[in-house]
Structures are given as C-alpha cells and as structure tokens.
C-alpha cells in the first residue's frame, strides 16, 4: 500500500513535466505515419496485384494465339505433302499435258555422250498398252564429211575441235544437288 501513493507520486510527477495536450500532439504524427504506411501497403498490393493479373491475362491471350498458329501450320504442312506426294505430283503432270520423260544420255567434260538416249512416248501412247518404239543407237546418226584438204603451199588452218554428234532432242543434264 506504501506503493500506490508513490506511483501517485511519481505519475504526478511525470504529469507536471509533460502536459497533457503535448502528450497527444507527439502521438498523433507517429499514428498518421502508421495509417499512411498501412494504406501505402494496402494500396501497393492492390496495385501488384492487378499487374499480376493482367500478365496472366495476357500469357494466356498469347498461348491460345500460339495454339491456333501451331494448328494452321500443321494444317498447311499437311497440305504441302498433299501436293508433294508422288501421285499428287504425276496426276498435276498429266492434267498439264506432261508425260514422262526417256532415257537420259549424259555428256561428259570431254564431250562424250554416256548413255542411249529416247525420246518421250507420245500422250495417245500412254493411254494404250505400253509400246515403246526401239531408240535409235547413236552411231546411227549421220556425221558431216570432212573438211576439203586446202592446196599445196597454202598455209593449214588451226584444227578445230571435233563438234559432238547432234541428236534430235536436248540432252538432260544432272542437275547439282540432286
């Protein structure tokens, strides 16, 4: 008991050193601090929040798009086999008029001829029972007389380099990379 008149004292003391209106004046700024701090918080979650959301959103949007153009690609690469494939490819051929080609003759470096080359069926061919009329050998093919020996004295002309057979069609060459 000898201690409460003492607290009394002693809070008496305390209330003659701090009046009590500069009590609440120190108080409140440390309060508004508090609220400002608690709403700022409150407030920036908010705002994160919404920012979150809105990516979400947004991968989404972005993942759906992906899909869709993941499908067409597919959609379109199954057409480009379509059109690829071999039967594809020989009844386009044939709907413009092209037939398959003979045998192909090859030239070398040195203007030599390796192969026997034939010519293409005929369209009225194709449609009937396949034959082929034999290929013509290519010694058949005519070669040009030579040249007439110049006079005696006169000077001889450069020798010319012997022109390869002609044939009656182009001749296929590889093509690189083939």
Do not use: H
Not at 149 to 158: E, F, T, Y
Not at 165 to 175: D, F, G, R, V
């Amino acid at each position: 008991m000898s201690r409460k008149p003492e607290l009394k004292g002693r809070a008496a003391r305390l209330a003659r050193l701090l009046p009590a209106g500069r009590a609440r004046a120190a108080r409140t700024p440390f309060v508004l601090l508090v609220v400002v701090l608690l709403g700022g918080g409150l407030i920036g979650l908010l705002v994160l929040n919404s920012a979150l959301s809105e990516g979400s959103f947004e991968l989404d949007d972005l993942q759906k798009q992906t899909k869709n153009l993941t499908d067409q690609e597919q959609a379109l690469q199954r057409d480009i086999d379509a059109y690829s494939s071999p039967d594809a490819l020989q009844r386009r051929a044939r709907e413009l008029g092209m037939v398959p080609g003979g045998d192909p003759a090859f030239l070398g470096p040195d203007g030599t001829v390796k192969g026997v080359p034939a010519a293409a069926p005929e369209p009225a061919a194709l449609t009937a029972p396949a034959q082929l009329p034999p290929a013509a050998p290519l010694a058949a093919t005519p070669q040009p007389s030579p040249p007439p020996s110049p006079p005696q004295g006169a000077p001889a002309p450069a020798a010319a380099p012997p022109a390869p057979p002609a044939l009656s069609q182009p001749i296929p060459t590889p093509t690189p990379g083939r």
